[in-house]
């Protein structure tokens, strides 16, 4: 029910503001007696983390995570797990000029209009440095489904998409942009470096996939699986749309290309031809691939100037000077593949509840 | 926490199956003192009720909704208000031929991996019959922010798109096809004629847009209004896809071009120069139109044969004879309605919980 | 989050008035393949029904429960489980003179003051009938706990209790009182006899024990099992006091008195020696008896005159006509093992979610 | 839904163990605009501290709390608070004796029962020291309720009760048992060292008293404000029951007694004649006190040898050592108020998002 945390039974809640002492996350429902240490944790930070390349913020955190509770000799007790990361390279003073007016492509006017009162210091709730615990909640998630791999990259950047015929795994974390395309990886460091020389920004569109999910997660109706990712995935940053499987492109197609036939698969079970679902039907996972893909904006925070109002209600410009990504969407890979994660475990507990089996 | 409810404070749960005796909802949590009578619900399920035209299952369904509870003397009292709709025209016999196979695209065997069993009996839980108690409640919803209309339309139809430049209001309830373009109405008639006599089906997108909602409601982090709304969107049948304003779009526009810039309104408030951000920034309302964008996916009910398997795992073939939607996102845009209003009543609740003032 | 729910995995949602069409209760999360019929349910309404001896209300209700939904060839399918009971002999008349006054110690007032209207007809929300609806959901929940015996039984009536020494099962169902021992039993029928006869009521103690939990149902802190208990039995109506095992006892013993020794099972597991703590240590069940016990208020509906106000502000004086139980402690008991059974089944469903197998 | 939150629209979650690196609780929920600095909180917690008298725990805890996020210039913003207390005094070794007995009356053997593992420095989880994370968490909620008095106090104490006659407000904070009867705080020093002299401990009876709560408050059926202080209550360490105003005496009352009569008050509202409602009628405040007691148990950490198994099954005998409260239901009364603070904050933005008004 609460505004700041995710999840049904295995829930996380998240606290803390770009400009504060710290950022963290609540973790919550976690089994007992799994493994679990900060060097668990902190490979997935260091993915999301900022000022790794030149095409993200130069914001430098090292965003080192500190596990405070819910440990007892390197297992999880069953206890909440509180998850720690402190902010070290907090610049307020940059922002000083954003405190008087709205900046467009922001949540400056809406904080204002819901709570009367906002704190301007780098956006603080709603900077993307909120994602960071999510990362880090992700990371306890995981644990929970070591059978499922994921995997998130991006599949256009700026317009330019990747040629999916060139795709290759093993590119994704051989660039900067965790493309699967290594000449659109190419081509995308031209375009970003542009974008960020002329002081703008640029959108992307993440994939995230899900493999070895088991049939039967999910349920039907009000949560449903892809409902589920829907929330999760759009609840990130920036993010304006999400599809599944064929997703927009399934309004185009006819009903015998979109439903996907199933013959007799080795195990005796069914194979599906094609994959057009994204793995989900009628809320519940098939056994194939979940994909997801998420559209990212690009960042409000632009050097360009835009015109704009203070909180008086007075005309002015705005030229945002702080420190930002170019493309948000390159960091929303991992924090995209820790919603997916969040999601699958929690589903996975929901799915053993019901069922009693574990699987 | 169920699966079958949805809201934070309003909230509704649904039940039933599309061959039992009825379906229903309960609505909790509705504020006491309204005016309420089955006449305030009846015309938005007439909207939906499907055998209005030849264009959408033949089905003969009244769907007569009764209120069950929580009324004194035509007024909302504050106690669950139980809606109830029975099924009159349940042909089971239309379904024998799926009891054995699973349908394509269906989630015939989702629920048997999940459940390990599934009343076939026209798709049980599955079945958009469900959708039927989203509207009845959604009608309820309605009556808590009379300031708000809204408004669901289909801009798309089997890839066929219309024309923006040619939307009239008045021609949504013109046509059976909830359609703003009188054009691509009259061209949508031949397409989903021609689909249902190929024994296909065809996709739509359905646009839903909310008008007069006031800037601060929604809240940050895992409660955005349009995470709200992307979740609400998916739940409802074949939807595969949600976006909010620009959308998917937003990820090929430049970050000055998309971020909406502000001028001073006549009230004083900030107006916006464009809707980029379809009525929603960091999760909060801006005061703009609320827009949100769905895609249907083509039913996968199709006459023409597809390859499939049975429960025992035997190949087989099966072409579906019940009567079905040759497209469902028609019948789509009144849910979609009546989730909008769901989600928007539930959020005006919580806001004015948050903030105090009855706003 | 909804105000007629209950529950966390197995959540029941209940609606109807008292003098409405009817009653009911929403069951969800209900694993499938549970075997079911109204076979199951009716015979704890029974147990429950107005109307069975003199010494309850005489309202005459068949109380006859239906199932509406979740069933699919005699099994349960996971889909919400709707259940209906018809009001049959709802009197308004009898209730035409308390629509201007408030009753004291019923709900009157309290819902003017918070909804500024309200169902006067026979206590509307507020009224014990609310109960069997779960009575009805309850004998739900014991089907997903078969291992567990749950047995409610009045220990105190009007004050007069039982002899401990002297309890006997078997009695428990002999009596109209759901007394365990039968001298106390027949002297309970002149104390009733007498109250009704003086217009009066009387209060009750009620013991709720169930058999058979095993250990590690429940969960610390704000999820304890004894805080589930206590939450779901002060929500029956007339309940003011809940206690576990010793309950206010406890606070007059030393603690090597109170605390529960232990030894060495014969199935290794330890093995109690006493059981104060009621079966619950740090909110988890200890594989005892589980034990609860809840004090009920006498009927606040008396013949005798009363001083009160009507909604106007004006003094006035009432005495309440309608037919009521002149001790709601007795048909409590049958009540209080629903509640009983909803929150053990739930906690069995959370167990196997977090611990993952099937116990 | 999460085992380690409470609460609905405001909403706490805590985290940490006694012998961790620290504890905390975050605040989600609260309404923008209101001050709050570490000295709105630090007089409650000095209030639970241990170690300020002999009567307490001897462990040393400064307990000073930091807000770590959710304030801006010295106001909340609406964004999630967190707080975090340190723990500096952790002995561990003063545990390592209970690492493989379980002791009686503690929750070892549940933990191992529930989770296979369990964290025996302390108590771990299931320590006390959680509710230093309740007393912080509840001074934030007194500043949504600034028009209701909040005071709990000892109305008995191993087994011997105060004389009502001599209750003295002023003494209750004189003392170091929150005793209002003088008298009987000096019979209680007595009581307390005779038990600690002997290596035993003492239950008590804690009142919890709100005064100011309109008339309103709180909701019919599962949220009942009596059954949301029931389980709040009875989720605080220790405590066994929990009853409303009369609460077991009301079982031993007659209906005319029982039912608190209503005349004109000066405002023209009701007034009633007596409280043996506790200030909760059908779940709703009446805007009289709202009273509740509760039972503690005496600790179960005794020096006085006691017989137990250990985690192998074998039979052996323990004594705890640790340093521990005599009579935890001393502390208790900081934590009762806290709750009692939570709750009703809770209630108040429940009831102003249902009715609208901001009361």
């Known amino acids: ?32 007696g799994l493994n679990l240490s900060e ?22 955190e090292p965003d080192l995570v500190r596990i405070m509770s819910g440990l007892f000799e390197g297992r999880t007790t069953g ?33 204002d209009a ?6 301007w ?31 998130a990259f991006l599949v256009e950047l700026g317009g330019d998409a990747i040629d999916r015929a060139a795709f290759d795994d093993e590119a994704i974390d051989a660039n900067p942009f965790f493309c699967p395309d290594p000449a659109a990886a190419a081509r995308w460091e031209a375009l970003v470096d542009g974008a ?9 569109i993440v994939e995230c996939v899900a493999t070895n999910v088991p049939a039967g997660w999910g349920a039907p ?30 309004a185009r197609l006819r009903g015998e290309v979109n439903a996907d036939e199933m013959r007799r698969g080795e195990d005796g079970r069914p ?18 691939d979940v994909v997801v893909r998420m559209a990212f904006k690009p960042t409000s925070s632009v050097r360009i100037p835009m015109r704009t109002v203070d909180a008086g209600g007075e005309e002015t410009e705005i030229s945002t000077k702080g420190r930002h990504d170019p493309c948000v969407g390159i960091r929303g890979a991992p924090v995209a593949e820790a919603m997916m994660a969040l999601v699958l475990a929690d589903q996975k507990l929901l799915h053993r509840a019901q069922r009693g089996e574990d699987r």
Chains 1, 2, 3, 4 share one sequence.
């Open 271 to 288: 194979r599906f031809l094609s994959n057009h679902a994204g793995g989900v039907l009628g809320g519940i996972s098939t056994g194939q």
């Open 1 to 32: 029910m609460s505004f700041n945390s995710f999840g049904r039974l295995l829930r996380f809640s998240t606290w803390g503001e770009s400009h504060g002492p710290a950022i963290g996350a609540i973790v919550d429902g976690c089994p007992p």
């Open 196 to 204: 960020r020389n002329d002081g703008s920004s640029l959108g992307a």
């Open 114 to 119: 819901k709570y009367g009162l906002r704190d």
């Open 121 to 151: 210091r780098g956006g603080g709730r709603s900077s993307a440095r909120e994602t960071a615990s999510r990362v880090a909640a992700g990371a306890v998630a995981r644990l929970l489904i070591p059978e499922v791999r994921i995997r």
């Open 79 to 111: 206890a909440p797990i509180s998850l720690m990361i402190e902010n070290v390279d907090q610049r307020s003073k940059d922002y000083s000029n954003i405190a008087g007016a709205y900046r467009p492509g922001h949540a400056d006017y809406t904080y």
């Open 221 to 250: 109706v009000y949560a449903k699986l892809d409902a589920e990712l829907a929330t999760a995935m759009m609840s990130i940053n920036a993010v304006k749309g999400v599809e599944i499987g064929e997703g927009f492109g399934a």
């Open 39 to 60: 060097a668990d944790i902190q490979p997935w930070l260091d993915k999301r983390r900022p000022g790794t390349s030149r095409f993200t913020t130069q914001r430098r």
